[in-house]
């Protein structure tokens, strides 16, 4: 999609704890980082996926006459309507209109005063704003910084002369200072005409941006806007957007590629057909229904907002084989979006069942819901070979369990820190979707009980920080290996496991020899009575390379001091960035294996 190459650069009391947390104001003069979280980002955060435009200029059949090419898109009954409707099929919540785009001659779809590129008579962009505010979506504008396309298929698309003559000084626009100044103008003349749209989607950086602080100048002009980048994690900017990650096992398991931490905003762009260019070329390439539902079901097990890309032609009308798929989704979204909507991922930061690789070839995510930390969500992706489904359930006292789709009740026990759900059959080729009711968690030594040091620590990120209950704070080891937390509970008491979440900064497969894994390899556990003599360890391992909680169980024992000592990560030597690198967010103790609990009602199921 890109015209460069990628580049890489708890709930309720826990929600309100990031919510007030902030890393800093903006102004004019202020360094170059935006908050973590800011009202204006509640939209984004409230959603669950997008739908991403790719449509202009060259568009099949490619047109060279901006004219010719409007007088098409009218003549063929283009509406905005029609997108705004294909989007909710898809159930999303707001839409990216890439248009402005470096493959598509660089059309800008609305009547602008400044000359340079392709632009309309007719207000698409705007019409498409106020079609989309009208069924309660946002509309975010992609915009480029990157001119080396300008010639692209023999035409010239950009008009340096005329820019030229529209400034009084000559401007070269297939430069990059050149475009730079070009499209800078086109932000701010965007944000004059559009106080509706939802903001930008960038993709690149450019120097003359920066320089004239067009980020800054963006927040202070239109609060309500936020700003997007593709691949790179620039700080200002408000979310964070990965595209088309391939190679994960399995390939729908798109969250194993991202490596920015939450709750710093984070979305996964993809295309929904399985081939071909993210713009119409003429084809009709098929939409994977397993790899696109598994994508989508997997970021929101995630947190992570998912921007499917779909190829208008020129008219708007999707290929039959993408109007066909988004006839299949409204149908079969619509009876488990609850567990899909008004969640977080489990088994991160919010809390939650343990998602990802469970017993017999099973694999999946786990929802959670924002209002109710007690109603939960199994998602299983891709079923086990047997009927019966195990996973850790992270102290959680289970209190039902159903088929979302179906009501029927399903039998279950928990035990040793599992719960296994049995006699499961008939499962559906996308998503059974499981809902649990909880009684909340039991078992787990309060952090307060405890007090934590460490063999090596970087500066401000000392042993503390990975049982403050914050996942704003972590551990850093400083890159030394082997390394020992401890923690001291003062008195005696039972533990018989740790639970550990590691910062979610890493990929969780090696996707290069230099893009690796910094997750916790091979590991030994200790227990002492003074914390002086520690003898042998009372479990040794390895844990595997996954995001999420992971879990190691010890024999049962009373002890005032636990020992984790990490003798080996993942990352390899080539990776110089994340190699002998470990950082945890959150460690805890657990004295008890959670049992079944008298069943609950559950609150009233979000339509």
Request: aromatic fraction near 10%; charge should be neutral.
């Amino acid at each position: 999609m890109r015209a460069l190459p990628a580049r890489r650069g708890r709930l309720a009391t826990r929600l309100l704890l990031v919510v007030a947390l902030m890393l800093g104001a903006l102004s004019l003069q202020a360094p170059a980082r935006a908050d973590l979280q800011n009202p204006r980002q509640d939209f984004l955060r409230a959603s669950t996926s997008g739908l991403f435009l790719h449509w202009g200029e060259r568009t099949a059949p490619a047109h060279t006459s901006c004219s010719a090419w409007e007088s098409d898109v009218t003549a063929g009954g283009w509406t905005p309507d029609y997108w705004v409707t294909e989007a909710r099929k898809l159930h999303a919540q707001y839409l990216v209109l890439a248009t402005f785009h470096s493959r598509l001659g660089y059309a800008r779809p609305w009547p602008s005063k400044i000359p340079g590129s392709c632009s309309t008579q007719r207000d698409f962009l705007g019409e498409l704003i106020a079609a989309a505010k009208a069924k309660g979506l946002k509309t975010i504008l992609y915009m480029t910084d990157d001119p080396q396309w300008h010639a692209d298929g023999g035409h010239e698309w950009l008009d340096s002369a005329g820019y030229s003559a529209h400034k009084g000084s000559k401007v070269d626009l297939t430069t990059r200072d050149g475009f730079g100044q070009f499209s800078y103008d086109n932000f701010f003349e965007v944000m004059n005409r559009y106080p509706d749209l939802g903001g930008f989607w960038i993709d690149n950086d450019n120097d003359y941006w920066l320089s004239h602080n067009l980020y800054q100048q963006i927040y202070q002009k239109r609060p309500n806007y936020t700003i997007s980048n593709n691949n790179e994690d620039t700080p200002i900017m408000d979310m964070i957007s990965n595209e088309q990650k391939t190679g994960m096992t399995p390939s729908y398991d798109y969250p194993q590629a991202l490596y920015t931490a939450q709750p710093r905003l984070t979305e996964a762009d993809f295309k929904l057909p399985s081939t071909g260019a993210w713009w119409y070329d003429g084809s009709n390439p098929a939409v994977d229904k397993k790899l696109t539902l598994g994508r989508l079901i997997t970021n929101a097990g995630s947190s992570v907002k998912a921007l499917m890309a779909e190829t208008a032609q020129v008219n708007g009308k999707f290929p039959s084989n993408q109007a066909s798929f988004n006839d299949f989704a409204d149908g079969y979204l619509a009876p488990i979006w609850e567990s899909l909507h008004g969640v977080e991922g489990g088994g991160y930061l919010y809390g939650g069942l343990k998602p990802g690789f469970w017993n017999d070839g099973a694999q999946g995510v786990t929802t959670i819901s924002r209002t109710d930390p007690n109603l939960q969500y199994v998602h299983v992706i891709t079923p086990p070979s047997t009927s019966t489904l195990k996973l850790r359930d992270s102290g959680y006292q289970v209190t039902g369990v159903t088929n979302l789709r179906t009501g029927a009740e399903i039998s279950y026990t928990q035990s040793g820190g599992t719960l296994s759900l049995t006699g499961l059959s008939g499962w559906d080729p996308y998503d059974t979707v499981l809902k649990v009711t909880t009684k909340g968690r039991t078992g787990i030594i309060a952090p307060a009980d405890y007090t934590m040091s460490a063999s090596a620590s970087a500066s401000g990120h000392g042993a503390a920080a990975a049982a403050d209950g914050d996942y704003l704070t972590y551990w850093d080891s400083n890159k030394t290996l082997p390394v020992r937390l401890d923690f001291n509970l003062g008195t005696a008491k039972t533990v018989r496991c740790l639970g550990i979440n590691q910062r979610e900064d890493s990929v969780s497969y090696a996707r290069s020899d230099t893009e690796q894994s910094a997750r916790i390899k091979g590991y030994k556990v200790y227990v002492s009575a003074d914390g002086k003599n520690w003898g042998s360890p009372v479990k040794s391992g390895t844990l595997p390379s996954a995001r999420g909680v992971a879990f190691i169980d010890i024999p049962a024992v009373s002890t005032g001091h636990v020992r984790l000592e990490v003798t080996s990560t993942y990352a390899a030597s080539t990776d110089t960035a994340r190699y002998k690198r470990l950082r945890i967010d959150e460690a805890w103790l657990g004295s008890a294996y959670a049992s079944p609990g008298p069943a609950r009602t559950s609150g009233p199921q979000r339509s």
